[in-house]
């Protein structure tokens, strides 16, 4: 569109730009129909996850909700659940502990090695993040990133936000006979965190208690 628009600006007939613009269109919407056909056939998931972050130790980390936490060049592990529309549990066992479960209205993180729980209201802030990819609504997708897929002969994917407010610039995402195995971030301080599942199970049978955490006794609860 804006190429039609800078042809009308100087007095060329917008047809004679339309062939470039129908070239990136074209793909770009190819894309979007093939990873949203792949992720229409998730209803729900759980996989064992193993995330690694890498970039300049002089950058500071920049979290990521959804996919935490972020410490540099070390590599973090456990298991991810979703289950939509809205749901998503993505707990780190080692090296430390940590737990984020959302149920489409509250996000809450738990460490349970500080007896803390952070809880917020949903908001905007998920949906900026890789947690709607796997969790949210396919429509909301489309209006949340723009979609291209690099080699039409591989089944991966980069994902640009529209949002300035993102967490990170570029999303990459890849599949395996239909399945998720790779995402790999990259944000605006040149740390790119790749997140590889493993042990990918589809449409399992997931209890909604796991997206309503309750606190042990005695945690210290923070409402933001």
């Known amino acids: 569109s804006s190429l039609i628009t800078t042809a009308a600006l100087v007095g060329v007939h917008p047809a004679m730009a339309a062939p470039a613009?129908?070239?990136?269109?074209?793909?770009e919407t190819l894309a979007t129909q093939r990873l949203i056909a792949l992720l229409s056939r998730l209803?729900?998931?759980q996989a064992d996850f193993s995330q690694t972050t890498s970039g300049s130790?002089?950058?500071?980390a920049r979290p990521t909700p959804g996919l935490r936490p972020t410490h540099l060049n070390q590599t973090?592990?456990?298991?991810?659940?979703v289950k939509r529309p809205g749901n998503f549990r993505w707990e780190t066992t080692s090296p430390m502990k940590q737990l984020i479960v959302t149920n489409g209205q509250k996000v809450s993180i738990y460490d349970p090695d500080l007896a803390q729980l952070t809880r917020q209201d949903l908001g905007e802030q998920v949906a900026n993040t890789p947690a709607l990819l796997l969790s949210g609504q396919t429509a909301r997708i489309r209006q949340a990133y723009r979609i291209t897929q690099p080699n039409p002969g591989l089944n991966s994917y980069s994902l640009y936000p529209r949002s300035g407010e993102a967490a990170f610039e570029r999303l990459d995402i890849a599949f395996n006979k239909g399945l998720p195995v790779l995402m790999v971030l990259h944000d605006s301080l040149g740390q790119q965190?790749?997140?590889?599942?493993?042990?990918?199970?589809?449409?399992p049978r997931l209890d909604a208690a796991l997206f309503n955490f309750v606190p042990p006794q005695g945690t210290d609860v923070i409402d933001q």
């Open 21 to 27: 613009v129908s070239a990136s269109a074209q793909n």
């Open 43 to 45: 209803n729900s998931l």
């Open 57 to 60: 130790r002089s950058a500071p």
């Open 76 to 81: 973090f592990s456990g298991v991810m659940q």
């Open 193 to 203: 965190t790749s997140i590889r599942f493993s042990n990918v199970q589809l449409n």
